[in-house]
């Protein structure tokens, strides 16, 4: 039996999230680099992860299969394709620059209590979801899946809920209880979903009698397992609500404004750029493999609702005051992009949508992290307190722009490609979803830049004049994203290498042959 | 050889990184490591000139493929090279007034402390451009095409300080964004009609496909234009943009970025031929965009934008005979060059003007400057000559032979383009007469500034006259050596194509009525502005003054109809993402609330109660069993 | 006779039990009650035993009965110890269950 | 009874039983939820549970019927009435319902399920019939222990376990460890004069020359009863016997004679109130 590696990359960080808890009260600094440690070694197990998957090879790699539940046939069941590695990578690469960004994030808890070790929690709660997310990308068995898609809310919901942000206008008071309110609805909202989802999983096994993926994907090919139309839709509406919430898409997507605004930046990032992306990896992986039919009836809507986030999503950050709730509000129109790229049916859509997931990951990181570095030096949220820190934080002002410029999709950079594949994707085949969402990367540089404009650009504030430029520990979060945006956005072959035969299985699996072009099909 | 082709963009792109990068240390060199890679690219690009030059004229294409740059099943987008005779003449006048205006702006931004960051813009600037000249599929073209508006957006901002430059910055980039809009729209239209977007086999397959598909590519890649080379309706952006330092409204705003919309056009020669009704808009925004602004033009007082309205106007010629077909190709990329010399040389004029007078850009406050900066005086004046058609100058044989292929567009048509081109000449003439009196002739007119410094009028450094004298020379010669013995024609013929244009009335006749026109317009211009003094406090006007002014009211449209229309409907929809799709959500929060509300006095916590309800619950259940059983 | 008598008896025992858990107060009383119920599903296992012809529901019955006088021992404890601190042996003296 | 009798048939004799003391069984169950004290209940429950015992051995467990007796009815429903000495053997339930509803509840859902319960088994089909011969051929015990320390063992083991708990717990529960120094009687007496009442002993209970019963309270001046005097315990259980109304009404008899004798007015009497209950 050959290492179990997928195992390794959720066990290591598991086993650090209880060390690191465990570290005395005392030794806090030891706690983060332990940490840290933890988070870089989860990262070389995750690049020999790629490193050991074959693009070109069998659908599921590197599995794993050991029994667990035996009465309901729940097993432990471990497997990555392409689109797996990818997410499972961009997680990995991720977590070490969250917890470098918090360093500092919860020392201000500390108080006098011996028993009190909020440091030691906030990093051990962070390599938690690191376990959980990373699991959930590998689980080819639905309900081991759903366990970890659901127990990935509890320590977001201390994240978000115990460490938000200090801001100094209100009091401590105030904040904290907007904070508590923030938790509750993301808790809320995500718990709706996964109840919903837990009937449709069990919904499952009754009609598949197993829980695991590749056999009832199997069953469904060869025909042994057939399902009502009904029943299939009615399934596939379960996991894809539940999926919808998470992603978030509209009308759905009001938790993570109030989420992503109360969180600190790394938590938020967290959120959106790892959390999240559960959401859009498993429509991917589970709704158009298990229900085929039933995700092209839905289609339709599902593009429409995409359609709304997109827009919507951008102009309501056009309209935001506080500069997390704008990030948060951008990324919403973000999904939207990914769900409209999944469901286009298309590879270019599906292809574009998985890059999009990896692309948007690091941007949203790096333009979130710059802006959690910049709200730490005023102390607000509110674009409106600041003006002209580019003349005393150049550096600081330089990475904001780039990250902005990678929201704004700008090419030469990560999202452009993956946004533009989506956009062809779904032109090929609904032209006129496509020209509308095309409005969207309008949009996006209209916020981008008047949040740009508003914050670095003019006079300088009295209350910015003595702002620090980024200092060397922060150039280390933002550094390497932007050098991996720049080269993602130049030479994206890599990872599309490793998507593109998982896409083309999926798309198989959904029965969809791209459209031919006009001209070929002509001949 | 081909591989010098990446180099060419290598060069300035390594400035760029290493300037933006490098931190203060390189503050003291930064200027003239930009200066030395922009000219280093200059260099290759004239390598590579004499290369093409040595090779037949039906084989000097060459390509160069890199990587594989997008690959995903059906849609594969590569990192690939094209140089050929219309690549190459971008090339040369890219890189080469790109390094006469980096040489400008050594002494230009002397005084600035960010100037090395000026210079990593401008090497960004360079590399951009010449990936969008150089690009062989649309996709890459539209990373130069988005890399320019960057470079351009941190050009036009670069004063950040100052709030009017940051919105300025910030429109231009989002009025380009609406012309990238059309630019992607047209790629997908491409993928789903060809399956590709690389120029070759797009252009391969125009023949087979249906007139409307192209026609809709077509204006697609006009809407591109229109918001690169600010046409109207996209044409709002340009005098703003004259908020960014001088050397880069002569490189970006007046050279090079603009005309990208012209080499778009040229570019897609093919699509356009193929859809004539395409070609009808063309012309009609290239006509309609020259009177447009030449009329801003003549109305403005500071001298930027009044160039600015300028550089809209003659664009216009460069896209109305685009528009015109095969006829107007070559001549539309000719005009482009001459345009780029004597503009540039202008501007740079301006900005040396600006520079001797305390970067006062109001010509009411100038007068009488010939006699203090004469180097100045006798370029911008070869350059206003220029740019007016005197006889003999590049401008002459350019914008001769465009309204020459308007008239020769035939039928009414024809007379209704070829008429405005006239009118156009008219006009230019009278308002750049405007702007050589205001400037260089009559009496000085200039005040102490509010801190109560009086200019000092004094000629600029060595660093800002040579390039404008090397540009002088441009601007004169230029068109004379493109034009002798068709040699232009000849060198672009095997990438857009000729077809000799036949105007209803000889090309002399055409030619005599433009010189008549000219001379109407500089000598109306001399009866206003040189027989009389001018105020200093501009007259209140005619209301198309006023209008002409604000822009002919565009601004105010869009200011009234997108931006307060986009403020209502940003504010309208927060407000309804919190109080509509929140509120349901916590509506039925609150109602699940008041229900267990009502639900928890059934708990008055009494053991023996709860007790009930289990017995009463193994009852049903006990109930249901034996239901189920009897079923 | 047949001996599904005994089940019926059982039955009915096992009802009277439960409602007198129901309607009593009296903390004792209500645990006397519960022994009832606990007694009804004895004679229910061991006439089951009988028509099944093996031990295994005399076994059962028979740890009901352990575990029932370990029930009792801490029950009574408990009734014990709450009359010291309450002075009361009635179960309806406090809704501490209310929220 | 022999046991092949047990396991096969159901003899006239068992039938005769069944009748005479499931009836008996029937009666003490419903007595123990009716009887208004616990003692009552208590002795009602074991004779039911005797009752339960007899149908055990006629069916076939021998063992678990004498079981019943000896640890049933024997030891538990001994416990039972210890405690119920402990909390006041005469304390009498009021049978008054106080929780809305839950008397009607109650007997609705005894009466449901019940119906339900007998309809159940009458539906079942338990036709077929195996009787105890072969199962208890080694007799009852044997089998049973056969069982026990072969198939059950675990479960045997952790009832083992189970007990000692419960006897821990038990202890647990109700000992009550003395965690200060008992108070000396000087010390007691300084925190009477701190708290400021009582001073002297506690008034004795009993009214002189009439009732001297530790149950019944002293009377006030004005004949009201006073609490105070009854032993702690008693009044917890609620077993004050009170006789003042007996003597108010002596009272008032002499009142009267009284104010007849000396013809005086109606309202000039002394009002006579009962000041405990109106401090209550």
Redesign the interface.
């Known amino acids: 039996m050959s290492f179990p590696l997928l195992t390794a990359t959720v066990v290591l960080p598991a086993v650090g999230a209880i060390a690191t808890a465990a570290v005395p009260a005392a030794q806090r600094t030891a706690a983060k680099w332990l940490a840290l440690v933890v988070s870089l070694a989860t990262l070389v197990l995750a690049a020999l992860v790629v490193v050991r998957f074959e693009p070109g090879g069998s659908r599921y790699q590197l599995t794993e299969s050991h029994a667990w539940i035996k009465d309901f046939g729940v097993r432990y069941e471990l497997g990555v394709d392409g689109i797996a590695v990818a997410l499972l990578a961009l997680t990995a690469l991720l977590i070490p620059f969250v917890i470098l960004a918090g360093w500092h994030d919860a020392d201000t808890l500390e108080t006098g209590s011996r028993r009190w070790r909020p440091t030691q929690g906030f990093f051990a709660l962070i390599l938690a979801v690191e376990a959980m997310v990373i699991l959930s990308f590998e689980a080819t068995d639905v309900f081991l899946f759903y366990i970890f898609f659901e127990a990935m809310l509890i320590p977001m919901y201390f994240l978000i809920g115990g460490f938000g942000d200090r801001a100094h206008e209100h009091g401590e008071k105030v904040a904290s209880t907007q904070r508590s309110y923030a938790a509750v609805k993301f808790l809320l909202y995500n718990l709706v979903g996964g109840l919903i989802m837990l009937a449709a999983v069990i919904g499952l096994y009754v009609q598949a009698g197993t829980f695991s993926l590749p056999e009832i994907v199997q069953a469904r090919a060869n025909g042994s397992l057939h399902m009502a139309t009904g029943t299939e839709r009615w399934l596939f509406l379960g996991f894809f609500f539940a999926f919808a919430v998470k992603a978030p898409l509209w009308p759905v997507h009001t938790w993570l404004p109030n989420a992503m605004g109360e969180a600190t930046a790394p938590v938020a990032v967290l959120i959106t750029a790892v959390v999240d992306k559960v959401g859009t990896f498993a429509m991917l992986r589970f709704c158009l493999q298990l229900f085929p039919e039933a995700s092209k009836w839905a289609t339709p809507v599902i593009l429409v609702l995409a359609l709304i986030s997109i827009v919507y999503g951008a102009l309501l950050a056009v309209g935001q005051r506080d500069i997390k709730r704008l990030v948060a509000y951008a990324s919403i129109s973000h999904f939207g992009f990914i769900i409209m790229g999944i469901f286009a049916m298309t590879s270019q859509g599906q292809s574009g949508a998985t890059l999009y997931m990896v692309n948007h990951g690091i941007s949203t990181a790096a333009l979130m992290l710059v802006a959690g570095f910049l709200i730490s030096r005023r102390g607000s949220r509110l674009i409106a307190d600041y003006g002209g820190v580019q003349k005393v934080a150049p550096v600081l002002a330089g990475t904001f722009l780039i990250g902005g410029l990678a929201t704004l999709s700008l090419p030469g950079l990560a999202p452009f490609v993956s946004e533009f594949l989506v956009l062809v994707g779904t032109f090929a085949r609904h032209p006129v979803i496509g020209i509308i969402a095309t409005f969207g990367i309008v949009l996006a540089a209209l916020y981008t830049l008047v949040l740009y404009q508003r914050t670095m650009t003019g006079p300088v504030k009295p209350e910015v004049a003595e702002m620090p430029d980024l200092r060397v520990r922060e150039v280390l979060v933002v550094a390497p994203l932007i050098v991996l945006l720049i080269f993602l956005g130049v030479y994206p072959k890599p990872v599309a290498d490793i998507v593109n035969p998982a896409v083309k299985q999926t798309m198989s699996d959904v029965h969809q042959t791209d459209p031919k072009p006009e001209v070929e099909a002509a001949k | 050889m081909e591989n010098l082709i990446a180099l060419l963009i290598a060069a300035p792109l390594l400035g760029a990184a290493v300037l933006l990068c490098g931190g203060r240390r390189l503050d003291a060199v930064g200027h003239w490591i930009g200066t030395l890679l922009a000219g280093l690219s200059f260099v290759f690009g004239a390598l590579l000139f004499a290369d093409m030059l040595g090779k037949a004229a039906d084989h000097r294409t060459v390509t160069q493929h890199l990587f594989s740059w997008i690959p995903v099943s059906g849609f594969q987008a590569d990192v690939t090279f094209r140089l050929d005779q219309l690549s190459m003449t971008f090339v040369l006048l890219i890189t080469g007034v790109g390094s006469l205006i980096h040489l400008y702006s050594v002494g230009y931004m002397e005084h600035d402390e960010r100037r090395r960051r000026f210079f990593g813009y401008l090497n960004l600037f360079l590399a951009a451009m010449l990936l969008l000249v150089l690009a062989d599929n649309y996709l890459l073209l539209y990373v130069g095409w988005e890399g320019v508006g960057l470079a351009s957006y941190l050009l036009i901002g670069f004063w950040q300080h100052k709030p009017s430059a940051a919105t300025a910055a910030k429109k231009a980039f989002l009025v380009n964004r609406v012309g990238d809009m059309g630019l992607s729209i047209a790629i997908m239209l491409m993928f789903t009609t060809f399956g590709t977007f690389a120029f070759g086999p797009v252009f391969a397959d125009v023949s087979g496909t249906g007139e409307g598909k192209l026609t809709a590519i077509a204006l697609m890649l006009l809407l591109a234009a229109c918001g690169k080379s600010a046409q109207v309706p996209l044409q709002s952006w340009l005098g703003d943009a004259m908020e960014g330092p001088t050397p880069v409204s002569a490189l970006i705003h007046a050279a090079t970025m603009v005309t990208a919309g012209v080499y778009l056009i040229v570019r897609s020669g093919a699509v356009f031929n193929a859809a004539p009704d395409a070609q009808l808009v063309v012309t009609v925004v290239g006509a309609v965009t020259l009177l447009f602004g030449a009329i801003v033009g003549c109305a403005k007082d500071d001298i930027k934008k009044a160039l600015a309205g300028s550089t809209m106007s003659q664009i216009g010629y460069m896209v109305l005979a685009a528009g015109l077909g095969p006829i107007g190709y070559v001549f539309a990329i000719m005009h482009l060059v001459t345009h780029g010399f004597f503009k540039a040389g202008l501007f740079l004029g301006a900005g040396s003007v600006m520079h001797g007078m305390n970067d006062e850009v109001d010509m009411r406050k100038y007068g009488g400057l010939r006699k203090y900066m004469p180097v100045t005086f006798v370029t911008f004046g070869l350059g206003y000559l220029a740019i007016i058609g005197f006889p003999g100058l590049s401008g002459f044989f350019s914008k001769d032979k465009i309204i020459e292929a308007a008239f020769a567009k035939g039928g009414t048509e024809g007379w209704i383009l070829g008429g405005a081109a006239l009118l156009g000449a008219a006009i230019t003439a009278y308002y750049m007469t405007r702007v050589m009196i205001m400037t260089f002739f009559g009496e000085k007119r200039w005040q102490p500034d509010e801190h109560g410094h009086e200019p000092h009028p004094h000629e600029s450094p060595k660093s800002m006259t040579i390039p404008m004298i090397v540009l002088a020379f441009g601007s004169v010669f230029a068109g004379g050596l493109f034009s002798f013995g068709d040699r232009f024609l000849h060198w672009l013929e095997p990438v857009t194509g000729h077809q000799e244009g036949h105007p209803p009335v000889s090309a002399a006749v055409v030619t005599g009525a433009t010189l008549v026109v000219l001379l109407v317009g500089a000598g109306i211009a001399y009866v206003q502005y040189g027989r009389r003094p001018v105020p200093v406090v501009a007259p209140r006007g005619s209301l198309l003054t006023r209008a002409a002014r604000r822009d002919l009211l565009q601004d105010d449209f869009n200011h009234v109809v997108l931006v307060r229309g986009g403020e209502h409907l940003t504010r309208s929809l927060v407000y309804m993402d919190h109080t509509v799709v929140d509120g349901v959500v916590n509506g039925t929060a609150a109602s699940v609330g008041g229900l267990s509300g009502r639900l928890r006095r059934l708990q008055n916590g009494y053991a023996r109660s709860y007790a009930v309800s289990m017995f009463g619950g193994a009852a049903v259940l006990v109930a249901l069993t034996l239901l189920m059983r009897a079923v | 006779?047949?001996?599904?008598?005994?089940?019926?008896?059982a039955?009915?025992?096992?009802?009277?039990?439960?409602?007198?858990?129901?309607?009593?107060?009296?903390a004792?009383?209500v645990?006397?009650?519960v022994?009832?119920m606990l007694?009804a599903c004895?004679?229910a296992f061991?006439?089951f035993?009988?028509?099944?012809?093996?031990?295994?529901g005399?076994?059962i019955?028979?740890?009901t009965?352990?575990?029932?006088?370990?029930?009792?021992?801490?029950g009574?404890?408990?009734?014990?110890?709450l009359?010291?601190t309450r002075?009361?042996?009635s179960?309806?003296d406090?809704?501490?269950?209310?929220? | 009874m022999s046991p092949q009798l047990a396991a096969y048939t159901t003899s006239t004799g068992e039938a005769f039983q069944f009748w005479v003391l499931g009836t008996v069984a029937v009666i003490g169950a419903l007595c123990t939820v009716f009887m208004k004290k616990a003692v009552h209940s208590a002795l009602c429950l074991a004779g039911t549970m005797i009752v339960l015992a007899v149908f055990y051995l006629a069916n076939g467990a021998y063992f678990l019927g004498i079981v019943q007796i000896v640890v049933y009815t024997g030891a538990i429903m001994m416990l039972f009435l210890f405690v119920v000495m402990l909390v006041g053997v005469t304390a009498a339930d009021s049978l008054k319902e106080t929780i809305k509803g839950q008397r009607w509840l109650a007997l609705v859902c005894g009466l449901g399920f019940g119906v339900l319960l007998l309809a159940g088994i009458a539906n079942a089909s338990l036709k077929d019939f195996n009787g105890l011969g072969r199962a208890n051929a080694n007799g009852n015990v044997e089998g049973l222990a056969a069982l026990i320390f072969t198939k059950y063992v675990f479960a045997f083991e952790i009832t083992g376990v189970l007990l000692i708990t419960a006897a821990v717990g038990a202890m647990v529960l109700t000992h009550r460890e003395r965690t200060e120094r008992a108070k000396t009687q000087r010390e007691l007496a300084e925190q009477r004069v701190r708290e400021g009442k009582h001073l002297p002993p506690l008034p004795a209970p009993g009214v002189y020359a009439r009732h001297n019963a530790v149950d019944i309270a002293g009377l006030l001046p004005d004949g009201t009863p006073s609490e105070l005097t009854v032993n702690k315990t008693l009044r917890d259980r609620g077993q004050i016997r009170d006789v003042s109304d007996e003597a108010i009404a002596d009272l008032k008899a002499l009142e009267q004679r009284a104010a007849e004798r000396l013809e005086r007015a109606e309202d000039e009497r002394p009002a006579l109130k009962r000041t405990e209950e109106a401090s209550k």
């Open positions: 006779m047949n001996p599904v008598n005994y089940l019926y008896l039955a009915l025992l096992f009802t009277i039990g439960a409602t007198g858990v129901l309607i009593r107060r009296n004792i009383v645990f006397m009650c022994e009832l007694n004895n004679l061991v006439t035993s009988r028509m099944h012809g093996n031990l295994d005399q076994i019955a028979f740890f009965m352990v575990v029932a006088a370990a029930e009792v021992v801490v009574l404890a408990i009734i014990v110890s009359f010291r002075h009361s042996a179960v309806d406090a809704s501490l269950m209310k929220l």
